[in-house]
Each structure stands twice: as C-alpha cells, then as structure tokens.
C-alpha cells in the first residue's frame, strides 16, 4: 500500500494511475460502516482503491475539548487498511487554510488531481469549510466531472447506527463487548512509541501520554507484547497510569483488551 501527502497528491502523484475508486472520511477505528465503504470502491476491480483520510483528527486540530481521543492510531488504521487491500492512502495535514477551503473547491481538486470515475461517501459525510457540504451536495457538484458518487448504506448494530462517537463512548464507559462487536475487531492501544517505566515488576504507562480513548477505571484481561512476542495479562486501568506485569518483556508495543 503506498501512502502519499495531500500535498504530493495536488502535485499530480496519481495523475497518470489510471481509473480511481475513491472514499473520503477520518475513518477511525475503520469500523463496520466503514468496512461497507471500502468494500464498495474495492469492488471497481478495473480501478485503483484509494482512501482520502486525516493523519490527525480535525476534532484535535480544533482543540475540542469534548473529544475523548483516537479510537485507532495513524499506524493503527493504516495497518487495517492496507489488510483490506486499500491500494493508497493519502493523508491530510489539517490545518488553518485547509479548514476555509469550501466543499466544492475540495471535490474539484480530487477530481482535477486524479481519474477519478468512482466516489464513495457514507450517508452522513460532510466536509468543507464548516462541514457544510453533505454526500448528496456532492453528487451534484461532481457531475460536470463524469464522477459517479455513490452514497453508501448505513451500518446498524443492535438498532441504531455504527459510528466511530458511538465506539468511543462504548469504550469510555465500559462496554468493551460492544465496541468490538462495531469494530469487528479486538480494541486494542497502541503503545509501542510512548515512555513506559519498568520497575518493580511492573510497567508503567502514564495515561496523559495516550492518544486513543480508554476505558474506565479497572483491572481488564488482555494481550500484551511485541511483534516477537505476546502473552496474556492482567490490565490495571487508573486515573492517571496503566500498569502492566512486567513478564518477560521490558517494553510493550501493544495491549489488547479481550473476552472471555
């Protein structure tokens, strides 16, 4: 999977790719309804699948101070994506100027930048300035362009919609179970950069340097390890730290939270 900057893309890196299937969001935690967008651009065999997504989350941008953090890290998502088969990604740095360009002006520099024949948004996408261009906007505005832009379904768990908020909350508040189920995969905090103490037969991870939300308050049963290595383990949650065996390794690049 190749991964390019928003800037090389508007340089004319994918101009001469050929046809491009293409879907645009944060995409955090690459959830079912996610996985229902995906799934429709992979289905263009005769195209390239391309994911236009965030390196960080606009909502950290802004500073809002609401958000409970990452459902996923960047390496995190990318992981899930190339497994998917996603062709490319391209990452936006977000910021000042890019948060004044209008919804139009967006969709005109994709489609002016590649051969774009097939875009796929979810039902409840907005972008531009303000996020005042919905998925059905677009599908105005890109007709000038021979863009078929197709609004994809919503996906539903226990009645209500599949959204990357609502994982957020399951996990914030506890429902681990239900988070998975959304996500089709095991929660998991990627820890393999953050300053971890080992001491006293325990590693130490301080909370405030974690990115993606976290459970409440508690001791969990989990995975922890490296690439070479993985064992099951007891998870202490606090306020302000995370506490892990030390085991036989001296440094995690993972914890999975998971069910029995």
């Known amino acids: 999977m190749i991964v390019m900057t928003w800037d090389d893309f508007t340089k004319g890196d994918l101009r001469d790719k050929g046809p491009i299937a293409l879907s645009i969001g944060v995409f955090d935690g690459v959830h079912s309804g996610h996985r229902q967008l995906l799934s429709d651009i992979l289905s263009h065999t005769d195209s390239m699948s391309v994911v236009l997504t965030f390196r960080v989350n606009p909502r950290v941008y802004f500073k809002d101070e609401t958000y409970p953090g990452d459902i996923y890290s960047l390496p995190q998502k990318l992981s899930v994506l190339n497994s998917l088969g996603i062709d490319t990604v391209i990452l936006i740095d977000f910021s000042y100027d890019f948060s004044k360009l209008s919804g139009k002006d967006f969709l005109y520099q ?11 948004l979810g039902d409840n996408f ?3 300035k303000g996020r005042m261009t919905t998925s059905y906007e677009a599908v105005e505005i890109l ?5 078929i832009v197709d609004i994809g ?15 957020r909350k399951a996990v914030a508040s506890g429902k ?13 905090l990627d820890i393999a950069n953050i300053p971890q103490i080992s001491k006293d037969e325990t590693i130490t991870i301080e909370t405030k340097n974690i990115s993606q939300v976290l459970p409440p308050r ?6 922890t390890g490296t690439s070479d290595m993985t064992l099951k383990s007891k998870i202490l949650v606090g306020e302000s730290v995370i506490k892990v ?12 939270f998971i069910l029995e």
């Open 110 to 120: 994709i489609a002016d930048n590649c051969n774009l024949r097939n875009l796929v």
């Open 126 to 128: 907005k972008c531009g």
């Open 143 to 147: 007709t000038g362009k021979n863009v």
């Open 153 to 167: 379904n919503m996906a539903y768990f226990e009645g209500q919609i599949i959204s990357s908020s609502r994982i």
């Open 176 to 188: 681990i179970k239900d988070a998975q189920k959304m996500l089709e995969r095991v929660f998991s």
């Open 218 to 223: 508690g001791q969990y049963t989990g995975l």
């Open 245 to 256: 065996p030390l085991q036989k390794m001296q440094h995690l690049d993972f914890i999975k």
